[in-house]
């Protein structure tokens, strides 16, 4: 396998993983993307990075971005390149946007990108590489096609299908996300460490039921959204790790809007208009509300985006 192209960019785009019940298995991708730009060279390795992650991300081969490439390279028998990688980041990390899910897509997609054979890595083999690295296939389908998707595995095997999702009664698009992300990190592998290995059968039968209903509330009965975001498999297991975000959560649960922690954790999201005085709830909830920040984002109907040059 040769190595046919000797620049490309990447832009793989946040999400927002579990949606409430679909813990593992259910994420939406957002309008919020990161831009990786490769140049093969025949030196060392050189990362820049500006934007999230700069000053505290590797530079090296370490880097999950240039790591994950040269796994792919190796998967595909291609052989190794110099790099040179420059990423203007916006995915806040370890915030429960999938800042890590874009960096492993994005890296398999420069590999692809830079390849004489882009079909070796077609979009089943990059479910399979990012999931294998994620450890779970939720994010990394919906950084690769974008939309919602639902994903599940057989045996080692990851499968994912995008999930229809209907427009609202106006005719505007259902899902208006709004995230609300804390000051703070919270990696996945301290959060998913806390979760116990077992569930009571109520809490999964309640979990099954939630998550069917929210494919079906999402392509065809809106206002079952309320009821079809509710989790007991891992949000208030996880709270010990996020207090406020945990809290907020409830509060804006009990007043019927349909909020979840995205993904791991801390940021919270509303995938459907937000009340108008959301800002006023989240400073009464709240500790310290001037380190949050409210952001509306759109669906990204599209997955990764990759642009030759
Ligand atoms: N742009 C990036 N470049 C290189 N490494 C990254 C980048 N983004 C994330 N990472 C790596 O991923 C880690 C964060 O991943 P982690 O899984 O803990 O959280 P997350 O992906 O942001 O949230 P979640 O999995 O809950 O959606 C960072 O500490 C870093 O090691
Ligand atoms: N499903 C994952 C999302 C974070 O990658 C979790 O909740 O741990």
Known sequence: MRIARERVTVQPCATSANLGPGFDSLALALELRDRYTLEVTTGETEVTIRGEGAGELPTDDTNLIVRTLRESLEWVG????????????????????????????????LARAIIQEPNA????????????IEGHPDSVAAVIHGGVCLSYMDGENPHTVRVRVANAADGRPVLRPLIMCPNRT????????????????RDATHNIARAALL?????????????????????DERSAHMPQSVGLVHVLRSQGVPAVISGAGPTVLIPIDAPDDIARIV???????????????????????????
């Open 283 to 309: 400073r009464e909830v709240v500790e310290e509300p001037d380190d949050w920040r409210l952001a509306r984002v759109l669906l990204a109907r599209e997955g990764i985006h990759t642009v030759l040059s």
């Open 215 to 235: 494919v079906h509330a999402l392509a065809e009965d809106p206002s079952r959204l309320f009821a079809a975001t509710a989790d007991r498999l891992h949000q």
């Open 186 to 201: 919270l990696s996945t592998t301290t959060a998913r460490a806390i979760l116990s290995p077992e569930v009571r059968r």
């Open 121 to 132: 890595l077609d979009e089943r083999a990059m479910l399979e590489i990012a999931t294998s």
């Open 78 to 109: 291609a052989p190794q390149i110099g790099v040179r990688l420059t990423c203007t980041n916006v995915i806040p990390q370890g915030a429960g946007l999938g800042s890590s899910a874009a960096a492993i897509v994005g890296g398999i997609a």
